[in-house]
């Protein structure tokens, strides 16, 4: 059964920093590009950014780059997404996701994970 389970959401300040964690099982994840998408309430999923199955290659929404950093440890089956200069337009449900293509288009995602609540205080 393959199983993504993000951590690491909760509440912070505006200008704080979290660092949310996405853990994979029943896949050969060190295969597979992983993803982070959110959704406010009222708006559709968005895409914030993605990272290769090697890590070597990244990419970013405009809207979190230079703010967020994706990285991986295959060893440990992990991704995170680090969070910093939060801001209130940041608050959403992540999740993470993982998929054989490289792309920014959620609907290219085999497997979800089940979301983690990031909400930033103004």
């Known amino acids: 059964q393959v199983q993504l389970v993000e951590s690491g959401g909760g509440l912070v300040q505006a200008g704080g920093s979290l660092r949310l964690s996405c853990a994979a099982s029943g896949i050969t994840f060190s295969t597979y590009n992983t993803g982070w998408f959110r959704q406010a309430p009222g708006k559709e999923r968005e895409f914030v950014g993605r990272?290769?199955?090697?890590?070597?290659?990244?990419a970013y929404a405009d809207s979190v780059k230079g703010r967020f950093t994706i990285s991986r440890d295959n060893a440990k089956g992990t991704v995170y997404l680090q969070m910093s200069s939060l801001k209130p337009e940041d608050t959403a449900v992540y999740y993470c996701a993982a998929a054989k293509t490289w792309s920014g288009d959620h609907k290219a995602y085999d497997y979800w994970g089940q979301g983690t609540q990031v909400t930033v205080s103004a």
């Open positions: 990272i290769l199955w090697s890590g070597v290659a990244t």
